[in-house]
């Protein structure tokens, strides 16, 4: 078979096996840090047990998460070294920035998070889950800077034959990073929202710890309720976008039959 087909098929089910543990790490670093954050308020024994119910779950996840993601992430160096060569300058410094300031942060943290249980107060272990789902936030945001910048690439010039960094704030602060971050953001907010109200609707249905689940699917349903109408009006805003930046994609996407759309018919749509 072609090297290049088998790179491709390698690259993409790592890719989306990886994303089926990124966005639930996300989300539920944000509802156990609420958890906790309401046992360290009330002293209320429930919130507790909820915080290390969904607590377990979420570590499970995060570690999945890692073992996909280094995987991942080597396959930038063995079955796409000539492309890491030519935009290393700027895609590598990216991916630098996202293991050094945030994935190790969140890696340190979330030990404090499980061994300091009986050594910190209960509001400062409820600190650090919120700094944990920073640094989950914080990684998420330079990732999709890079991916953005492979979709929309800026503040750049080409010299000796590589692209190399002419504009850092360009690069961060573009429009399209900007509403990739809030949709996947919100995406994984909803994703999470589902999954605990999935497992707390089973077992009440099933009538088991009926107080627990009922609260776990309240403050579910509360931030998957505000993260889905935000998603509705960031989708249009990304749309929009879309247009503007790759009106091909764009077509592609809504056209009858998807991308099978004819050269003469691209070439009409974006000359």
Same mark, same amino acid.
């Given at each position: 078979?072609?090297?290049?087909? *088998? !790179? +491709?098929?390698?690259? %993409? @089910?790592?890719?989306? $096996?990886?994303?089926?543990?990124?966005? /639930?790490?996300?989300?539920?670093?944000?509802?156990?840090?609420?958890?906790?954050?309401?046992?360290?308020?009330?002293?209320?024994?429930?919130?507790?047990?909820?915080?290390?119910?969904?607590?377990?779950?979420?570590?499970?996840?995060?570690?999945?998460?890692?073992?996909?993601?280094?995987?991942?992430?080597?396959?930038?160096?063995?079955?796409?070294?000539?492309?890491?060569?030519?935009?290393?300058?700027?895609?590598?410094?990216?991916?630098?920035?996202?293991?050094?300031?945030?994935?190790?942060?969140?890696?340190?943290?979330?030990?404090?998070?499980?061994?300091?249980?009986?050594? *910190? !107060? +209960?509001?400062?272990? %409820? @600190?650090?889950?919120? $700094?944990?789902?920073?640094?989950?936030? /914080?990684?998420?945001?330079?990732?999709?800077?890079?991916?953005?910048?492979?979709?929309?690439?800026?503040?750049?010039?080409?010299?000796?034959?590589?692209?190399?960094?002419?504009?850092?704030?360009?690069?961060?602060?573009?429009?399209?990073?900007?509403?990739?971050?809030?949709?996947?953001?919100?995406?994984?907010?909803?994703?999470?929202?589902?999954?605990?109200?999935?497992?707390?609707?089973?077992?009440?249905?099933?009538?088991?710890?009926?107080?627990?689940?009922?609260?776990?699917?309240?403050?579910?349903?509360?931030?998957?309720?505000?993260?889905?109408?935000?998603?509705?009006?960031?989708?249009?805003?990304?749309? %929009?976008?879309?247009?503007?930046?790759?009106?091909?994609?764009?077509?592609?996407?809504?056209?009858?039959?998807?991308?099978?759309?004819?050269?003469?018919?691209?070439?009409?749509?974006?000359?």
């Amino acid at each position: 078979m072609d090297p290049l087909f *088998l !790179s +491709r098929l390698q690259f %993409a @089910a790592a890719t989306m $096996f990886h994303f089926l543990f990124v966005p /639930l790490t996300l989300g539920l670093s944000i509802m156990v840090a609420v958890m906790e954050t309401r046992y360290a308020r009330t002293g209320d024994e429930t919130y507790l047990r909820m915080t290390r119910f969904w607590g377990k779950l979420f570590l499970i996840n995060f570690a999945l998460g890692i073992v996909t993601g280094i995987t991942l992430e080597f396959q930038f160096g063995t079955n796409w070294s000539r492309y890491s060569a030519f935009v290393g300058d700027v895609f590598g410094s990216l991916l630098a920035i996202e293991a050094t300031a945030a994935f190790f942060l969140e890696s340190t943290l979330i030990g404090v998070w499980i061994f300091g249980w009986k050594k *910190l !107060s +209960r509001k400062a272990h %409820a @600190a650090v889950m919120w $700094f944990i789902a920073g640094a989950s936030t /914080l990684s998420a945001v330079w990732i999709l800077i890079a991916n953005s910048w492979m979709q929309h690439p800026v503040g750049y010039v080409i010299h000796n034959g590589r692209a190399e960094l002419e504009s850092f704030t360009a690069v961060v602060f573009q429009e399209w990073a900007a509403l990739t971050f809030v949709h996947t953001v919100s995406a994984a907010y909803i994703l999470s929202a589902f999954f605990v109200m999935g497992i707390s609707a089973y077992h009440l249905l099933k009538e088991q710890h009926i107080d627990f689940f009922t609260r776990s699917f309240r403050i579910a349903l509360g931030i998957g309720l505000v993260f889905s109408l935000l998603e509705v009006v960031e989708g249009h805003l990304h749309g %929009a976008d879309l247009a503007d930046k790759q009106p091909t994609k764009l077509a592609a996407m809504e056209a009858p039959g998807g991308s099978r759309l004819s050269r003469k018919e691209i070439s009409m749509i974006d000359p």
